[in-house]
């Protein structure tokens, strides 16, 4: 059974997209989406048609619900303040817990993400195990500049004493 967020979550995501309702728009049919995906939407199908039940729409442009709006706000503020009050870090779209990390398109997802259309066919890793991979990029690629550093310091010294024995 689905919990009580992610039963919110579901009624505050967009048929299109799937993420949060960002300005939300209502059809002739009440079917809502991101002002966005509307439009992006009747432009590929050259026709203004709700993208679930496929009725035409007979408002144009259709509009925005800024009572859904102030509640897809509201409820993101709340989420991110519940992860930021946890230690773990959680998926802006679904509150589940980062656990893989796409290499695909280099950002931690949740379980939900990673079946989805977005991250199909992706290469993932636990988040553990890349950012130990990471850590190890860093580390390369901090040894020469640790080099270069040592290296600057050694010539500014130079100069300041030379500077000083001028004065």
Known sequence: M????????EELSCPVCSEIF???????????????CLQQYW????????????????????????????ICEAFLKERSQR??????????LHSEKLKLFCLVD?????????SSKKHENHKMRPVQEAAEEWKEKLRTALDPLQ????????VK???DQ????IK
């Not at 939300?24 to 002002?35: D, R």
């Not at 432009?43 to 709006?69: A, T, Y």
């Open 83 to 92: 992860a930021k009050a946890g230690s773990e870090v959680l998926c802006n």
């Open 147 to 154: 080099e270069k550093l040592k290296a600057f310091n050694a």
């Open 2 to 9: 689905a919990s009580g967020s992610s039963l919110l979550e």
């Open 162 to 165: 030379t500077a000083e024995h």
């Open 106 to 114: 280099q950002i931690p997802v949740c379980l939900v993400c990673q």
């Open 157 to 159: 010294l130079t100069c």
């Open 22 to 36: 960002r300005d939300p728009v209502v059809l002739s049919c009440s079917h809502i989406f991101c002002k966005a």
């Open 43 to 70: 432009e590929q199908k050259g026709s203004q048609e709700c993208p679930v039940c496929r009725r035409r729409s007979s408002i144009d442009p259709p509009h925005s619900n800024m009572s859904l709006r102030n």
